[in-house]
């Protein structure tokens, strides 16, 4: 099913603020308030919207936020299920936050948290390079964020969301 223009507006509104209120986006699009409402219906409906999430600074957070890691996955994959198979193994595990399949040198990009260096170290050795069709791994640890999702950390700047019209 395609998308209507009106529709596509709504997304690019959500996907810069989701806390934006229906008011604000029924006078961006010049809609009526209920049609903004049953399009986000629609579009939730449909799983075009998954989620609504919050984009943390955790580094601000007087917390020990624990260690974050992209792993490089180089797979063989199976007849007739290709990497999907062993895509779904991986982002059940409850210490991965993102699996993508990726072109080049790696198959997989694996992306995940655990308390300690040690804890992800455990992960790899013992979960994910032991899992049939697994070749071979390499682990990058995430020293700083600078922009996530399109949020800049750490700018003078007041506004840190950039905005790209289509």
């Known amino acids: 099913m395609l998308m209507n223009e009106k529709e596509l507006e709504v997304l690019q509104i959500l996907e810069g ?8 986006i029924a006078d961006m699009v ?18 075009i919207i998954l989620n609504y999430q919050t984009v943390i600074n955790w580094d601000k957070a007087p917390i020990d936020d624990g260690v974050a ?10 007849r ?28 997989l990009s694996v992306q995940i948290e655990g308390k300690s260096m040690k804890e992800v170290a455990f992960f790899v050795s013992n979960k994910l390079s032991t899992l049939d069709s697994v ?10 964020k600078y922009k996530h999702d399109g949020i800049i950390f750490e700018s003078d700047k007041k506004d840190k969301r950039i905005v790209v019209s289509p």
């Open 80 to 107: 007739d299920v290709g990497f999907d198979s062993l895509a779904e193994r991986i982002y059940r595990f409850p210490e991965v936050k993102a699996v993508y399949l990726m072109s080049g040198a790696y198959d």
């Open 135 to 144: 070749l071979s791994t390499t682990t990058h640890f995430l020293l700083k």
């Open 69 to 78: 890691a992209m792993i490089d996955v180089k797979v063989a994959p199976k």
């Open 17 to 24: 603020d989701a806390r934006i209120s229906i008011e604000t």
């Open 30 to 47: 010049e809609l009526t308030e209920e049609e903004v409402q049953n399009i986000i219906k629609s579009l939730e409906e449909r799983e």
